[in-house]
């Protein structure tokens, strides 16, 4: 059974508290550039947040939206994105997937803004 704070926000691991705060410290080159990218928006985004069993790359709970930045890595493990997604999906958290080569190459910086815009709505709602 899942735990929820007060507050509504989902109780994490303690465990995965150190390994998200060492994510944190050692972002990659996209992870880093995507921020600067989310950082223009009047969003409060959380980096490496984790909730439930899971470490969001990038959280925003007015939202709830989670951004994925993902690399080659998540070739190999598509069955356990999909799980994690159905996970944040069940609690009314939607999960965007950029790969790392669309941050590198700045269509992710095109493509945020409408995922942002598109989520308002459908928060509104």
């Not at 069993?53 to 959280?59: E, H, K, L, N």
């Not at 598509?78 to 950029?98: A, H, L, N, S, V």
């Amino acid at each position: 059974m899942e735990i929820r704070m007060r507050n509504g926000a989902i109780k994490y691991l303690e465990k995965l508290k150190r390994l998200a705060r060492n994510n944190r410290n050692n972002p990659t080159a996209a992870e880093k550039m995507f921020w600067q990218v989310l950082r223009k928006y009047p969003y409060t985004f959380l980096r490496q947040k984790p909730l439930g069993r899971f470490i969001a790359d990038f959280y925003c709970s007015k939202l709830l939206l989670i951004v994925e930045i993902d690399g080659d890595a998540h070739d190999l493990r598509k069955y356990m994105d999909k799980e994690r997604d159905e996970y944040f999906q069940i609690r009314g958290i939607k999960t965007i997937r950029i790969t790392n080569e669309q941050v590198l190459t700045g269509e992710a910086e095109r493509l945020i803004k409408g995922i942002l815009k598109e989520r308002e709505r459908e928060v509104e709602k």
